[in-house]
């Protein structure tokens, strides 16, 4: 099984570095000549952030599961070190323990038998703290190469806002708001990208995890937070609306049984607007909402 686990290590960092080339060598392309054609220079670079922010978050997601990964190694080695360390103190106080075992077997056969089984229980611990070690090993390199993997995307996407800077008027503006990434509105940190739905939720509630709107319910359960199929006010939201899915914050919910969220990049990029839904009425990723 962790076999498998570190070979879907390497495929989750084959996969975030086989579309990162394209993606750098379009946000390193130049500005298109034409003022004229501003508002569709805007709009293109608006899709190309939104494509590379959508590489961002899903191998920060990687990486984070990695992160995690790495500290279980970390704690199962550490917990058989002790194990081994226990017996072997054990042994050191209790010399005359092969001298017990000698005067207690009832034939050569039995102490024997007694001796290897000691023996056996010893190297059966030693391998499998070898493997926990070599695991632990594999997971560190494939935890490195996916944050080298996000630190190459993230770069392309400084590019891209470079490339907003060099365009005028409500380009310039934008290229201000794109600097502001990682910066966060409440008192905690928010390390998603400004002007999209999950940095305004993570504006509005804590949030840990790492991925898109549609890896939410996942990285919530790896955190430990609760889920349910039931709004409440301060739950976030998650939906199926969009490729990379979507998240809001429920701020009331009425008698009749709908809520209203406030949310950020629905009617525009890096615009908050306010909306009541009704069940049924949108798709939701189950379960449906994060407490």
Same mark, same amino acid.
């Given at each position: 099984m962790r076999t498998l686990c570190h070979r879907l290590s390497v495929l989750i960092v084959v996969a975030i570095l086989v579309p990162l080339a394209p993606v750098q060598a379009s946000a390193a392309s =130049?500005?298109?000549a034409n003022p004229g054609g501003l508002p569709q220079t805007l709009t293109q670079v608006e899709q190309q952030l939104t494509n590379l922010n959508d590489h961002v978050e899903r191998a920060g997601a990687a990486l984070d599961?990695?992160?995690r990964r790495l500290a279980a190694d970390v704690s199962r080695e550490g917990a058989l070190r002790r194990q081994l360390q226990a017996i072997a103190r054990l042994q050191y106080e209790r010399p005359a323990l092969s001298l017990t075992l @000698?005067?207690? *077997?009832? =034939?050569?056969s039995e102490l024997i038998s007694d001796l290897s089984q000691a023996r056996l229980v010893a190297d059966k611990q030693q391998a499998v703290l070898n493997q926990v070690t070599r695991l632990h090993q594999l997971d560190q390199q494939a935890r490195d190469q996916a944050a080298a993997a996000l630190s190459s995307i993230q770069s392309a996407r400084d590019a891209a806002s470079r490339m907003v800077q060099t365009l005028t008027g409500a380009g310039q503006q934008m290229a201000l708001a794109v600097s502001g990434v990682g910066t966060a509105a409440g008192p905690w940190p928010n390390h998603f990208a400004f002007g999209f739905c999950t940095y305004y939720v993570a504006t509005r509630r804590f949030v840990p995890w790492f991925g898109n709107a549609n890896q939410w319910i996942a990285g919530a359960r790896a955190y430990g937070f609760a889920e349910g199929s039931t709004p409440?006010?301060? *739950? @976030?939201?998650?939906t199926a609306e969009g490729p990379i899915g979507h998240v809001a914050y429920v701020e009331a919910v009425h008698p009749?049984? =709908?809520w209203t969220v406030a949310e950020m990049n629905f009617v525009a990029w890096n615009v908050v607007d306010r909306r009541t839904i009704r069940p049924g009425q949108i798709p939701l990723i189950s379960p449906g909402f994060v407490y």
């Amino acid at each position: 099984m962790r076999t498998l686990c570190h070979r879907l290590s390497v495929l989750i960092v084959v996969a975030i570095l086989v579309p990162l080339a394209p993606v750098q060598a379009s946000a390193a392309s =130049s500005t298109p000549a034409n003022p004229g054609g501003l508002p569709q220079t805007l709009t293109q670079v608006e899709q190309q952030l939104t494509n590379l922010n959508d590489h961002v978050e899903r191998a920060g997601a990687a990486l984070d599961t990695l992160n995690r990964r790495l500290a279980a190694d970390v704690s199962r080695e550490g917990a058989l070190r002790r194990q081994l360390q226990a017996i072997a103190r054990l042994q050191y106080e209790r010399p005359a323990l092969s001298l017990t075992l @000698i005067l207690n *077997a009832r =034939s050569l056969s039995e102490l024997i038998s007694d001796l290897s089984q000691a023996r056996l229980v010893a190297d059966k611990q030693q391998a499998v703290l070898n493997q926990v070690t070599r695991l632990h090993q594999l997971d560190q390199q494939a935890r490195d190469q996916a944050a080298a993997a996000l630190s190459s995307i993230q770069s392309a996407r400084d590019a891209a806002s470079r490339m907003v800077q060099t365009l005028t008027g409500a380009g310039q503006q934008m290229a201000l708001a794109v600097s502001g990434v990682g910066t966060a509105a409440g008192p905690w940190p928010n390390h998603f990208a400004f002007g999209f739905c999950t940095y305004y939720v993570a504006t509005r509630r804590f949030v840990p995890w790492f991925g898109n709107a549609n890896q939410w319910i996942a990285g919530a359960r790896a955190y430990g937070f609760a889920e349910g199929s039931t709004p409440r006010v301060g *739950a @976030i939201m998650v939906t199926a609306e969009g490729p990379i899915g979507h998240v809001a914050y429920v701020e009331a919910v009425h008698p009749d049984g =709908s809520w209203t969220v406030a949310e950020m990049n629905f009617v525009a990029w890096n615009v908050v607007d306010r909306r009541t839904i009704r069940p049924g009425q949108i798709p939701l990723i189950s379960p449906g909402f994060v407490y």
